[in-house]
């Protein structure tokens, strides 16, 4: 796995053997290299196509969210598929969402974790699909930016107008990616801010334009990705390399952008004067 689209012993930065797995995120770059991310490094690189092989699955790649459920303990997120107590990387309860990337062993499927940030293998008796999560949607996983004159809007476990179903809340500005928007009043979302889904109400909701995804690129160094608008140290959450892709959510700024970076999986602001079509 490489850190550029080329031959080089000094571009290398991981061994992917026979069995090991990775999620393409762009090939539609280089002939030849496609950009990957690798759970087993848990990095971004580029790796020669031609010894890639897509893994037969029984549901398509990510095409929708799954959901634990265990009557009682937890779903143990596991780094292999078999049931060990040293293998076991993290706890699921009932709830929690995964998305499926293989499922092609009868017992364990490897899946990705929002809680948890991380991929690994649980048992697929205890999910369920989330049949309500409207993908076929033209807004499924488009970003809304919050709107309220005043106060915050609440991020809820229920479609329902209750204290006691607060789970977070939302300012003006704040951003939610969209996952089920078949209620006429109350919009399945995931919260970047907090790192969960949760429902809340769409009229507070504004955007849906569709989002460009432009590249990075930087002469030397990288572009720093930042919690706030200005060039300082303190407000670097990230750093964004020549090659990376970055989603567009506001470009109203001459000179800062809000983006969402998938490697790091962030939303921030970026310089502009480093963002390019290709």
Do not use: H
């Amino acid at each position: 796995m490489r850190t550029d689209t080329s031959y080089n012993s000094g571009n290398e930065i991981g061994e992917l053997y026979s069995g090991d797995l990775v999620e393409v995120l762009d090939y539609t770059g280089a002939t030849g290299y496609w950009y990957v991310y690798s759970p087993k490094y848990d990095d971004f690189g580029y790796v020669n196509n031609d010894y890639l092989d897509s893994v037969t699955s029984s549901v398509s790649s990510y095409d929708t969210m799954w959901t634990v459920s265990v009557s009682t303990g937890y779903l143990a997120l596991r780094n292999a598929p078999e049931y060990d107590a040293s293998n076991e990387i993290g706890e699921l309860y009932s709830g929690d969402t995964v998305w499926v990337s293989d499922s092609s062993n009868s017992q364990y499927w490897y899946v990705y974790s929002p809680k948890l940030d991380g991929y690994g293998y649980v048992n697929q008796e205890y999910l369920y699909r989330e049949e309500g999560l409207d993908t076929d949607s033209s807004y499924f996983g488009e970003v809304r930016t919050v709107s309220v004159a005043k106060g915050y809007l609440a991020l809820r476990n229920m479609k329902a107008y209750d204290a006691s179903n607060e789970i977070g809340e939302l300012y003006s500005g704040d951003t939610v990616q969209l996952l089920d928007t078949s209620d006429s009043q109350y919009w399945y979302v995931y919260s970047p801010k907090y790192d969960t889904n949760g429902f809340v109400n769409k009229d507070y909701l504004v955007g849906g334009n569709a989002y460009a995804t432009l590249y990075v690129k930087v002469p030397t160094g990288y572009l720093a990705l930042r919690s706030a608008m200005g060039y300082d140290a303190a407000n670097e959450i990230g750093e964004l390399n020549t090659g990376d892709t970055v989603v567009v959510i506001d470009s109203s700024s001459d000179k800062y952008w809000y983006v969402y970076s998938p490697r790091l999986m962030k939303y921030g602001y970026a310089d502009c004067n480093y963002i390019f079509c290709n």
